[in-house]
């Protein structure tokens, strides 16, 4: 059964600096995505990842993968006020069902 | 392309009453779909999976005589709460799958249910 682990559960950014959130899963999965969840809404899809040593951008975002470690992250850089929202990592399991992660509350102050 | 509506996007509802919640895939056809369910400040848990045809395959946990799914054609899903009670009160979203595009699920806007 996957398992999906993020970490931190809440992230307070400074303005203009940079941040890394971290997704751990437990077993091989297709493939890893990243979502955005504003509040109150649905998930927005930000990125999928196919491969090992695949990275995509996005703006502000960048998000890699590393299927031998098991491992995604998503980097923030040079936070901004915008990027306020949950982020969620996710897992492709059997049947093609998504193991979400706990997600990331990330508040970027001024 | 690849949209995802829901209906209602919010809806209350007294306690023992039932409610229905329409999951379409607008521009394609979609024989899966999901169903998840998300508390606040938490994550989303997947409820079952709708299957065009066939009867929906439910998560450990989730009663499949109180969450009624319906998948009667390849553009709706449909998502009954029956004898609704406080606990259900919830923010449930769909996906419907598109395995030829890159993201393979896409996801509704979500229907806020408040049971009073």
């Known amino acids: 059964e996957l398992k999906v682990e993020q970490n931190p559960l809440f992230l307070s950014m400074q303005e203009g600096k940079n941040y890394t959130i971290y997704c751990n899963y437990s077993?091989?999965?297709?493939?890893l995505y990243w979502y955005r969840q504003d509040p109150g809404k649905s998930l927005e899809s930000l990125f999928v990842?196919?491969?090992?040593?695949a990275v995509k951008q996005e703006g502000r975002l960048m998000a890699s993968l590393d299927t031998k470690a098991r491992l995604s992250t998503l980097h923030i850089t040079a936070a901004v006020h915008d990027l306020s929202a949950t982020y969620f990592c996710?897992?492709?399991?059997?049947?093609?069902?998504?193991?979400f992660g706990g997600g990331t509350r990330v508040l970027v102050k001024p | 392309g690849a949209v995802v509506s829901q209906h209602p996007s919010w809806v209350i509802c007294k306690s023992g009453t039932s409610v229905k919640i329409e999951c379409r895939s607008l521009?394609?056809?979609?024989?899966?779909m999901f169903w998840y369910r998300q508390f606040p400040k938490q994550s989303l848990m997947l409820m079952a999976t709708?299957?065009?045809?066939?009867?929906?395959?439910?998560e450990q946990g989730v009663e499949k005589d109180k969450f009624l799914i319906n998948h009667a054609s390849l553009t709706l899903s449909t998502l009954t709460v029956t004898s609704a009670h406080p606990e259900d009160s919830s923010f449930y979203i769909c996906?419907?799958?598109?395995?030829?595009?890159?993201?393979?699920?896409?996801f509704g806007p979500g229907t806020r249910l408040t049971v009073t």
């Open positions: 996906s419907a799958r598109a395995p030829l595009s890159v993201y393979e699920q896409y």
């Open positions: 077993t091989t999965s297709d493939r």
């Open positions: 990842l196919l491969s090992n040593g």
């Open positions: 996710a897992g492709k399991a059997a049947g093609n069902k998504l193991t």
């Open positions: 521009d394609f056809q979609a024989t899966t």
């Open positions: 709708s299957n065009e045809g066939s009867k929906a395959t439910y």
